[in-house]
T-cell receptor, first 109, second 114 residues
Framework: GQNIDQPTEMTATEGAIVQINCTYQ??????LFWYQQHAGEAPTFLSY????GLEEKGRFSSFLSRSKGYSYLLLKELQMKDSASYLC??????????FGAGTTVTVRA | DVKVTQSSRYLVKRTGEKVFLECVQD?????MFWYRQDPGLGLRLIYF???????EKGDIPEGYSVSREKKERFSLILESASTNQTSMYLC?????????????FGPGTRLTVT
């Protein structure tokens, strides 16, 4: 089976940095994904890690440690529009993504 | 601009009805997926298809079936809707092959079974 854990909620101030952690135990590993989902909307792709290390994409960075079964998504210079749910997902084989329950981030002025 | 469309944003059905949820993608992608999303549980995979007329069970296939007669269309069928199938249903498409990764999601169908 698949087990993917991430915090339920986080709150941060505009301009600050927030780090969302994700730990996983899966039967296979072909990469880890982060998706963003605004309320009432479809998830949209943010990042993909398949090798250990940090991937940076503008204000967002994602880190992976395969040996520890751990990833984090780092959101810098937070903006109000970053208030959303952030979904961690592991690709366990050629096709399937297994998702965590999501972390709701609230950005306060 | 890639697009995945779903036939309805909101749907209300009665217990025991047969329900069809339609999904169409314009990306010429081999893979298509149906998920349901519930608070506190995240997205759970119901069924997926990696080619026309091919289907595979996901993590929670009970009470559902699917149909993929054409590459661009993937239908989810609730043979006899029950109240525990009230949920948000999300369809996604993705390119085939081991190197593929990103899935593109449709806007979702919020189904209520009364």
């Amino acid at each position: 089976g698949q087990n993917i854990d991430q915090p339920t909620e986080m709150t941060a101030t505009e301009g600050a940095i927030v780090q969302i952690n994700c730990t996983y135990q899966t039967s296979g590993f072909n990469g880890l994904f982060w998706y963003q989902q605004h309320a009432g909307e479809a998830p949209t792709f943010l990042s993909y890690n398949v090798l250990d290390g940090l991937e940076e994409k503008g204000r967002f960075s994602s880190f992976l440690s395969r040996s520890k079964g751990y990833s984090y998504l780092l959101l810098k210079e937070l903006q109000m529009k970053d208030s959303a749910s952030y979904l961690c997902a592991v690709k366990s084989n050629d096709y399937k993504l297994s998702f965590g329950a999501g972390t709701t981030v609230t950005v306060r002025a | 601009d890639v697009k995945v469309t779903q036939s309805s944003r909101y749907l209300v059905k009665r217990t025991g009805e047969k329900v069809f949820l339609e999904c169409v993608q314009d990306m010429d992608h081999e893979n298509m997926f149906w998920y349901r999303q519930d608070p506190g549980l995240g997205l759970r995979l119901i069924y997926f298809s990696y080619d026309v007329k091919m289907k595979e069970k996901g993590d929670i296939p009970e009470g559902y079936s699917v149909s993929r007669e054409k590459k661009e269309r993937f239908s989810l069928i609730l043979e006899s809707a029950s109240t525990n199938q009230t949920s948000m249903y999300l369809c996604a498409g993705g390119a085939g092959g081991k190197s593929s990764y990103e899935q593109y999601f449709g806007p979702g169908t919020r189904l209520t079974v009364t």
